[in-house]
């Protein structure tokens, strides 16, 4: 099938279900809700083996470029429906299109009452989360940034727990706030970027800043445009001090949407970090790569030491999702390319872990009926499934060698120690986030699961283990070979780096041998289809 159609139908079937889950009777609804989303999810996994793995092209076909349309036709407007696909932002796609129908089947017995309401803003959810992925027009990106706002607010306000609606409130007014700033800087870039009409195009702008043949973007302008797209993303993975909403919707949402903003809106912030603050200020990026640096570190440390202190389930995983996603940031802003590389690697292992531990700790949650630490002692006598893939989706979060969250951590950790933008003593005191995050987590598995017993709980059914199965096989596959996501992931990185550091001045990462699952043969370029401006 025609990579462009793919590409296409995985961002409107969900769209495509909204009108029929509101003609149709409510008891319909799921059943719409799972057909269009399992649909999507096919289209995503062909996409996905249509990708050239280990095809390397020039920084201006780095996309596999499917689709781009005119949007407003108004004279002097050059804003367009641009859509496509790189090694960054693949394995993001496939896990936008792997989590919904598994959120559609847990709700499929437990959401009762405004059922249209629920699995509308499922569908427009995923269509806001993967068209964010794909949108190479800024105007369009932000489209789909906001898109995924609302349907958020709702799942953590009427599906949530006894605070929801403060913690609602205070999702949206951060969210909000940091877009708002995005859309400035979006604003000012297309009315400059030519000087002939306004653009959005993403390309047309980066070829703009990079230029500057009209003067009209000297760095200290730079500088500001470049904190507009920096603070909105950092709201949104989050980053330390801008997370503090973040363990309260954690907390109080529901399961989809915690789900959704633990293993996919935080990827949105730290995509957005490469894609639209590295890419198009290289130079900004690099001179604020320190401050980012210390700020993520921060965030890890900080993030575990908070986890430890915690007595509620949820809230561990929101202060372990903080610490993460800190790395993270530190390997994309070490303009290296085994540790950008790590990072998006990264972002989908601890999507997958994460969305898993969420999944866990909900059916723990209808069993016990409490979200506390201090109810769940002794359990595994009595529930060995559970308790072994609780444990198990603990390991790969923690980083056990063989399971996901190893090896992105790894290349983050080894590029950051060389990095020519980060000194070396924050890669050093990241590096007890390692630590600190196998103390909480081994602490709060023992604490839930062994020693004396006091209470039981039933063991997972068939129909919950399944569920779980996705993401336990890509645990495994990302820790035992990671070399096809590498393959993918690779030559986007490094070209992004080897561009983002010449532009930066700073040294070049150019050893390719040296990233494991980067081939040193591969045949030649798979190019894309050139950009038409």
């Known amino acids: ?220 302008v730079k500088q500001w445009l470049f904190l507009g797209f920096f603070i909105s993303f950092a709201i949104k993975t989050p980053l330390f001090p801008l997370h503090t909403w973040q363990p309260a919707a954690y907390s109080q949402s529901s399961l989809a949407g915690a789900v959704v903003m633990g293993a996919l809106l935080s990827k949105m912030g730290t995509y957005g970090f490469i894609r639209f603050c590295i890419e198009l200020f290289p130079e900004v990026s690099a001179s604020f790569a320190p401050w980012i640096g210390g700020l993520a570190v921060i965030s890890i440390i900080y993030g575990a030491y908070l986890a430890t202190q915690q007595k509620e389930v949820r809230q561990v995983i929101a202060y372990s999702s903080l610490s993460h996603l800190g790395f993270i940031v530190l390997g994309i802003f070490a303009f290296s390319g085994e540790a950008m590389s790590g990072a998006v690697l990264q972002m989908t292992a601890h999507g997958v872990s994460t969305a898993a531990l969420f999944l866990l700790a909900e059916m723990m949650y209808e069993r016990s009926g409490s979200r506390e630490i201090s109810a769940h002692k002794g359990l595994a006598a009595g529930a060995p499934v559970f308790a072994f893939l609780f444990v198990f989706t603990v390991m790969a979060s923690v980083g056990l060698p063989g399971l996901s969250g190893f090896v992105g951590e790894f290349l983050i950790l080894i590029g950051s120690f060389g990095s020519a933008a980060l000194p070396s003593f924050l890669t050093v005191i990241g590096t007890l986030g390692v630590v600190l995050a196998a103390v909480y987590l081994l602490n709060l598995t023992r604490k839930m699961w062994f020693g004396p017993a006091e209470g039981q709980i039933t063991d997972l059914k068939g129909a919950e283990v399944a569920l779980l199965l996705p993401f336990v096989i890509l645990m495994l596959w990302i820790g035992l070979n990671a070399t096809p996501f590498q393959l993918q992931i690779n030559p986007g990185t490094q070209e992004i780096v080897r561009v983002a550091s010449e532009r930066a001045s700073l040294q070049t990462y150019d050893d390719e041998s040296a990233v494991p699952g980067t081939p040193t043969d591969v045949p030649a370029p798979v190019a894309a289809p050139a950009v038409q401006h």
């Open 1 to 220: 099938m025609n990579s462009s159609l793919l590409l296409n139908l995985s961002l409107f079937l969900p769209l495509l279900g909204i009108p029929l889950i509101l003609l149709l009777p409510r008891q319909s609804a799921k059943v719409l809700a799972l057909v269009f989303s399992l649909l999507t999810l096919v289209c995503g996994a062909l996409l996905y083996a249509s990708f050239p793995g280990g095809a390397a092209g020039t920084h201006e076909v780095e996309f596999l470029y499917f689709a781009e349309a005119e949007w407003f036709t108004a004279p002097g407007f050059d804003i367009s429906f641009a859509i496509g696909v790189d090694g960054v932002s693949s394995w993001l796609l496939v896990l936008a299109a792997l989590i919904f129908p598994v959120l559609v089947l847990f709700s499929w017995k437990r959401i009762q009452g405004q059922e249209k309401l629920y699995y509308l803003l499922l569908l427009l959810l995923q269509t806001g989360v993967l068209g964010y992925f794909v949108s190479l027009d800024l105007l369009l990106m932000y489209v789909f940034f906001e898109m995924v706002l609302i349907p958020t607010v709702f799942l953590i306000g009427i599906w949530g727990g006894a605070e929801k609606q403060a913690a609602s409130l205070k999702f949206f007014v951060y969210t909000l706030v940091g877009s708002l700033l995005m859309l400035v800087s979006i604003i000012y870039l297309g009315v400059n970027a030519t000087g002939e009409g306004i653009t959005t195009d993403y390309f047309v702008i980066r070829q703009a800043l990079e230029a500057n043949a009209s003067g009209v973007f000297p760095i200290e």
